[in-house]
């Protein structure tokens, strides 16, 4: 079986493949080594379509380095326009998504992402990542993690 078609049989397990949800894929080497992330928070593309989409021209070049994938499935977004109460979510439970006001640039950080303790440290993250600066949207969002072998 192609890593296409692992990938797609663990994810149809959870969603469908006319889900209409956002994924996330990351893969690992063999030493657990993050080789390559990509994927969207909401889409209006069916799951199986997005599959295609991300294996085909983001993830195939790696699949003969690739050893593990996790596909997180992103299960609830909400905006949080209050500081305060953004500061309280936790990351290992919470990702977060900064998008300018024009939507001109955007950055993601994932839940549970090693290295990031709490949400201030996810803003910094994402704001020198993706250099974002000026005002801003942010959302928090959750996700349903699946690991593939």
């Known amino acids: 079986?192609?890593?296409?078609?692992h990938?797609?049989?663990a994810v149809y397990?959870?969603?469908?493949?006319e889900a209409?949800?956002?994924l996330f894929f990351s893969a690992f080497d063999h030493q657990g080594i993050l080789i390559i992330s990509h994927g969207v928070v909401s889409t209006d593309k069916p799951a199986e379509q997005l599959i295609n989409l991300v294996y085909n021209g983001i993830f195939a070049p790696h699949a003969s380095k690739t050893a593990m994938?996790?596909?997180d499935i992103v299960t609830s977004i909400k905006q949080e326009d209050n500081t305060d109460a953004l500061l309280a979510y936790n990351p290992e439970q919470y990702g977060l998504i900064m998008a300018t006001l024009d939507n001109s640039k955007s950055g993601v950080i994932l839940p549970h992402t090693a290295g990031v303790s709490d949400m201030k440290s996810a803003i910094?993250?994402?704001?020198?990542?993706?250099?974002?600066?000026?005002n801003v949207t942010m959302s928090v969002f959750t996700t349903q993690r699946i690991i593939i072998k």
């Open 1 to 5: 079986m192609s890593m296409l078609e």
């Open 7 to 9: 990938i797609k049989q």
């Open 13 to 17: 397990i959870v969603i469908k493949p």
């Open 20 to 22: 209409i949800v956002g």
């Open 69 to 71: 994938i996790a596909c």
């Open 124 to 134: 910094l993250y994402i704001k020198s990542k993706y250099t974002i600066s000026g």
